[in-house]
């Protein structure tokens, strides 16, 4: 195939084979009598994700339930962690993940990094603040004053903090 690809069951049969030419049905290598539909992998330039804490050699911790976290930073050439903490030891939790230094290309402190969601451990979901998301991303005007007041108008991550006020986050 000359391209990574991956080998899924669930779309044997479905209109995707029909329009997708680079799908292909192969034989199942531990089971000849299986058919697989075999698909170019999904190789993301760069993945980010939000974690608790990162040493200074670049190793990361982060939740083990958001499993999405390992499968990005595996399948992507570039991995950027923003995390909680800059710590010289690691914190060993139950529930948290270990991701080796040499599968992040960057790390960035950047604690309250998952507002308006939560960080387990370390802040709650900011309520007050997903319900200006959510309305805010029905309608194309209120949106652009949500992203003009969040996002464009700021200078970076710590004044996005300052204009959530006392108790914004």
Same mark, same amino acid.
């Given at each position: 195939?000359?391209?990574?690809?991956?080998?899924?069951?669930?779309?044997?049969?479905?209109?995707?084979?029909?329009?997708?030419? /680079?799908?292909?049905?192969?034989?199942?290598?531990?089971?000849?009598?299986?058919?697989?539909?075999?698909?170019?992998?999904?190789?993301?330039?760069?993945?980010?994700?939000?974690?608790?804490?990162?040493?200074?050699?670049?190793?990361?911790?982060?939740?083990? !339930?958001?499993?999405?976290?390992?499968?990005?930073?595996?399948?992507?050439?570039?991995?950027?962690?923003?995390?909680?903490?800059?710590?010289?030891?690691?914190?060993?939790?139950?529930?948290? !993940?270990?991701?080796?230094?040499?599968?992040?290309?960057?790390?960035?402190?950047?604690?309250?990094?998952?507002?308006?969601?939560?960080?387990?451990?370390?802040?709650?979901?900011? !309520?007050?603040?997903?319900?200006?998301?959510?309305?805010?991303?029905?309608?194309?005007?209120?949106?652009?004053?949500?992203?003009?007041?969040?996002?464009?108008?700021?200078?970076?991550?710590?004044?996005?903090? /300052?204009?959530?006020?006392?108790?914004?986050?």
């Amino acid at each position: 195939m000359g391209l990574p690809f991956m080998p899924v069951r669930g779309i044997l049969g479905s209109d995707y084979m029909r329009i997708r030419e /680079e799908f292909k049905v192969i034989k199942n290598p531990y089971n000849g009598e299986e058919k697989l539909a075999a698909v170019p992998a999904i190789v993301p330039d760069v993945a980010a994700f939000h974690a608790y804490q990162a040493d200074r050699q670049g190793n990361v911790m982060a939740d083990a !339930s958001q499993s999405s976290k390992l499968l990005a930073q595996a399948a992507s050439r570039e991995v950027i962690a923003t995390v909680e903490e800059l710590v010289d030891n690691l914190t060993w939790r139950r529930n948290w !993940s270990f991701i080796p230094a040499n599968f992040i290309t960057a790390v960035a402190h950047a604690p309250c990094g998952a507002h308006p969601a939560s960080c387990s451990g370390y802040y709650d979901i900011d !309520s007050a603040h997903m319900q200006e998301y959510v309305a805010a991303a029905k309608d194309p005007e209120k949106w652009k004053a949500y992203l003009d007041k969040y996002i464009y108008s700021l200078e970076g991550h710590q004044q996005y903090l /300052e204009s959530l006020g006392p108790g914004g986050r």
